[in-house]
C-alpha cells in the first residue's frame, strides 16, 4: 500500500541505473510546480531459491540547465524612448546557457502590455535581429516592443523555457512625401516630346532632417516594374528624360520619393503618361493654307497670319483632329468666306474668326456650292479618335464601355483615360462624325450618370475610309520591306 505509479524498472546486479522517461516527467512535474513533497519508492520482485534482498545504495542525478536570458536591447535596435525609422530594426542581447541554440521572438504593441495590444508580430525565427515590415506602423507615432527568447529544450518534459525581456519604445520618424498635385505633367498626361521634364515642389520635413529626391520612370503600372530611368537620389524633385530612353506612342508611369537620415519613402503615387510626337507643333508635319489660317494636318493646331494690327492673337480650336485651341478676333480685312448654308455664322467682309476647321476649310473651297465635306477630308485621324469610332462601330456604348473596348480591341496596348476619352469624344461629336445618344436603356439597366455615344452615318464613312488609308500603308510597308533579289 501507499505505491504510486511505475515510473521506471532496472535489473539489479552490482549497479544498475533507471533511466526511463516516466521517471524524468515525475521529476519535472515536481520542479514546475514547486513541490516538494513528493517521493520514491524502491520495491522488488523476489523469486524464492533465485533471489533475496540485498543492502542497496541508492543515489538519484538530476541534469538540469539554467534558462536563457533575453539581455539588454542592442544595436541597430533604436535606444529606448529614441525616434526610429517607420520600419526599424529590432534586436536584444541574449545568453544560452544550455548551448542549444536559441529562437527570438519580438512584437511591436501601442501600449507597455504589449502581448495585448500587438500590431506586429515577428513570430519565431533563428535571426538575433529582425526588420518591422512596411506599413505595419505609421509615422509619428509612439510604439513599444518586447523581445522572447527560447532555447533548444523548449518543450522538454512539458517545460517552457520562453523567457520575455524588458518592454522599450520608440517614436517613429516623419518623412514628407510630394503632393501629386504638385506633379507636372499632371495625372494623366500626353507629351510631345521624349525628353520630358518631370518635377513637382520640394518639401519641408517636420524633423528638420535634409530630404533627397528621386524621380523613377516606369514601364509597369506601378511605376516600380520594368524600370525605364531613375534620377538618382539628390536635392532636386526633377528629371528631364535624356534622350534614348522613351519611344513615341510609349505609355509610363512615373513617381517621386523621398528620403532622410532615417526612412525612403515607399512610392506615394502613381502618374501616367504617353508620348505623341504627333501632337507636337513643330516636325514635319503636312500644312495646309485655307485664307489667313494656317492648319497642321498632323494635329490640328491653327496658326493666324493677318496683316492687320488689329487681329488679338487668342485662338480656339474645335476641331476633331485639334487639341481644343482656335483664334477668335475680328478683323478689317476681307477674308473671301462666303456666307451661306451651315456656315452663316462667318461674315463676308468684317468676319468674327470662329468658326471651326471643317467649317472654314469647306466654305472657302467650295466657293460655289454648299457641301458636306467628305470622308476622306477628315484624314489621318489620330489614334485616339480611330480607336474610339471603332469601338463605336459595334453599337451605341457609354464612355466606361468604349474604354474597355478600346483595350480589348488593342490587346491591351492601348489604355485610354477619362480625358483623353471624353476629349476625343468632344471633338469627335463637334466634327458631327458621332452623337449624344437621348434614347437610354430601361432604367434596371442604366445608371443615370451615363452619357451614350453612337457613330453618325459620316462618322462610319470616315472610320471606313480610315481603316481603308491604315491598309494601303501597312500593304506598301510589306510590300517595301519584302527581300529583294540582288
Known amino acids: ?73 542592442t544595436a541597430p535596435a533604436p535606444a529606448n524612448g529614441a525616434r526610429a525609422s517607420v520600419t526599424p530594426a529590432l534586436a536584444v542581447a541574449s545568453s544560452d546557457p544550455s548551448g542549444s541554440g536559441l529562437d527570438w521572438r519580438y512584437r511591436v504593441g501601442t501600449t507597455t502590455n504589449v502581448a495585448g495590444s500587438t500590431v506586429w508580430d515577428s513570430g519565431w525565427t533563428i535571426d538575433q535581429a529582425v526588420t518591422v515590415a512596411p506599413g505595419a506602423l505609421a509615422q509619428g507615432t509612439t510604439y513599444y516592443w518586447q523581445a522572447s527568447v527560447r532555447d533548444g529544450y523548449e518543450g522538454l518534459w512539458g517545460t517552457s523555457t520562453v523567457r520575455n525581456s524588458s518592454v522599450w519604445s520608440f517614436v517613429t520618424n516623419q518623412l514628407p512625401t510630394v503632393s501629386q498635385a504638385t506633379a507636372a505633367p499632371a495625372n494623366p498626361s500626353t507629351v510631345v516630346t521624349l525628353t520630358p521634364t518631370l518635377s513637382g515642389a520640394t518639401v519641408t520635413d517636420p524633423n528638420g532632417d535634409a530630404v533627397s529626391y528621386l524621380v523613377r520612370v516606369a514601364s509597369g503600372a506601378d511605376a516600380a516594374s520594368g524600370v525605364v530611368l531613375t534620377s538618382g537620389w539628390g536635392p532636386s524633385p526633377s528629371l528631364t528624360v535624356p534622350a534614348g530612353s522613351l519611344r513615341d506612342g510609349g ?118 456650292q454648299d457641301a458636306t465635306p467628305g470622308a476622306r477630308d477628315f484624314l489621318p485621324l489620330t489614334p485616339a479618335q480611330f480607336h ?67 457613330l453618325t452615318s459620316l462618322g462610319r464613312q470616315v472610320c471606313l475610309a480610315e481603316a481603308d488609308r491604315l491598309a494601303a500603308l501597312v500593304r506598301r510597308a510589306r510590300s517595301n520591306l519584302q527581300p529583294r533579289a540582288v
Not at 544498475?16 to 515536481?30: E, H, P, T, V
Not at 531459491?49 to 540547465?65: D, F, L, P
Request: aromatic letters at 10%; hydrophobic letters at 35%.
Open 388 to 454: 474610339v469610332l471603332v469601338a463605336l462601330s459595334g453599337g451605341e456604348q457609354h464612355g466606361y464601355a468604349i474604354m474597355q473596348a478600346v483595350e480589348r480591341s488593342s490587346d491591351a496596348t492601348v489604355r485610354m483615360g477619362p480625358a483623353t476619352l471624353y476629349g476625343t469624344l468632344r471633338r469627335l461629336v463637334q466634327a458631327r462624325l458621332a452623337e449624344e445618344v437621348t434614347d437610354r436603356p430601361p432604367e434596371a439597366d442604366d445608371d443615370a450618370r451615363r452619357r451614350y455615344y453612337r
Open 251 to 368: 505609355a509610363y508611369t512615373w513617381t517621386i520619393l523621398t528620403k532622410d537620415a532615417y526612412d525612403t519613402s515607399p512610392v506615394p503615387w502613381v502618374s501616367k503618361f504617353t508620348v505623341n510626337q504627333r501632337l507636337a507643333e513643330a516636325g514635319p508635319a503636312p500644312i495646309e493654307t485655307v485664307g489667313d489660317v494656317a492648319v497642321n494636318l498632323a494635329n490640328g493646331n491653327a496658326g493666324l497670319r493677318f496683316a492687320s494690327p488689329t487681329v488679338p492673337a487668342g485662338h480656339r480650336d474645335t476641331t476633331a483632329r485639334g487639341a481644343g485651341r482656335w483664334a477668335r478676333g475680328r478683323s478689317t480685312r476681307r477674308c473671301g468666306l462666303r456666307r451661306s448654308g451651315p456656315f452663316d455664322h462667318v461674315a463676308a467682309a468684317e468676319c468674327s474668326i470662329a468658326c471651326d476647321y471643317i467649317a472654314c476649310r469647306y466654305s472657302h473651297v467650295m466657293t460655289q
Open 1 to 73: 500500500t501507499g505505491t504510486g505509479a511505475q515510473l521506471s524498472t532496472w535489473t539489479v546486479a552490482a549497479d544498475g541505473w533507471a533511466r526511463d522517461d516516466g521517471l524524468a516527467q515525475r521529476y519535472s512535474n515536481w520542479v514546475n510546480a514547486s513541490d516538494n513533497s513528493g517521493y520514491l519508492m524502491l520495491t522488488g520482485a523476489e523469486t524464492p531459491g533465485a533471489y533475496t534482498y540485498k543492502s542497496m545504495y541508492a543515489v538519484i542525478q538530476v541534469h538540469w540547465t539554467d534558462f536563457p536570458v533575453p539581455g539588454p536591447l
